[in-house]
């Protein structure tokens, strides 16, 4: 510990120039991750946040949410045998405010669920994004293909679908804008995935979300570069620390000759790894902690505290993975023939 301290303190240059990268790598890492966050929840925070359970759609919509449509019998079988089902349906559209401006929602009716809102006809429930485009309770709103009016009559925070702001309606409105008679979907929280019905596909939670493409297009590619930028680091481990083993060959040729055992050698570059790794992931954990906070209200960036420590916690690990790689070499090294290896 103490012969590890002091040879950070000797070549400060070598190992600030690490930590360094190491803390542009792992700051850049938590900002994807916190966009990854961000835009999952934009895309989709309507199904994110309910409980797991078991989504239904009809088997000959090819998994394609605006194919599905759901028959009055299926939809009824479902809704009297499990417990809380809900049948529902999700359509993009608009609505117009009092100055005709027109605003894109994703219009979202079901039965009657203590996980959507339940709102009477010529009535709407908002996503609360759409105060900060001037929508206020009490404004009413219009669509094109919708004969009557919808009265603002509460918000909710955080309700995205496809990245537009949630519109809550009663089903008669609904089935009048869209012209149809039928529901989409059917969702049945805590439900059993084993549970099959006649012309339904089922799906968890995690599959209907990659239903939506642009949900997992979106997540493929962040996570990617995610992963990526991980195993980055542990590459530059496994580079730094080898170039250090090979400038001290003659160093470890001597304290394996004075007694030192080779796992000590390795408890030394780990010690290195851990003291380096810990300050830079400190620093870049602070800062993404702090634009987390203060990142403006229109950027999708959710960064919890708990994935932090987890991809904390990958970093800690590849980098072991990588200082050991680097230190394999040691455990080959004999004392004399290092010992002339360094001299020369």
Known sequence: ?????????????????????????????????????????????????????????????????????????????VLDEQEDAVALSIQMGFVNDAADKQHGVAFVTSTE?????????????????LQD???????????????????????????????????????????????????????????????????LEGFSNKQFLNTIS?????????????????????????????????????????LKAIGLKTSNLFVLIWTQMIVITSIALIISITLSQLFNSFAPSGMPFTLTFATTLQLSGVFLVIGFIGSTLSGVQIKNIEPLQAIQQGEA
């Open 1 to 77: 510990m103490k012969l590890a301290l002091k040879e950070i303190k000797k070549n400060k240059a070598k190992f600030v120039i690490l930590g360094s990268i190491v803390f542009l790598v792992s700051l850049l890492t938590f900002m994807i991750s916190g966009l990854a966050n961000g835009l999952s929840q934009d895309n989709a925070a309507l199904v994110i946040d309910l409980p797991e359970g078991q989504f239904y759609m009809s088997d000959d919509a090819d998994q394609t949410l605006n194919m599905s449509r759901i028959n009055e019998k299926s939809q009824q079988q």
């Open 113 to 129: 669920s203590p996980y959507f809102e339940n709102v009477k006809a010529g009535e709407v429930v908002l996503d609360k994004s």
């Open 133 to 199: 485009k001037g929508i206020q309770l009490g404004d009413v709103l219009t669509n094109n293909q919708f004969s009557g009016e919808l009265k603002v009559v509460g918000f909710v925070d955080l309700k995205k679908f496809s990245h537009s702001p949630v519109a809550y309606i009663n089903i008669e409105n609904f089935k009048e804008i869209y012209r149809v008679n039928e529901l989409q979907l059917l969702y049945v929280p805590n439900g059993d995935d084993t549970a099959q019905y006649a012309g």
């Open 214 to 254: 642009s949900y997992k297009a979106e997540q493929l590619s962040l996570n990617m570069i995610v992963w990526f930028l991980v195993v980055i680091s542990g590459m530059l481990f496994a580079i730094f620390f080898y170039m250090m083993n090979v400038q001290k060959i003659g160093l470890y040729g001597i």
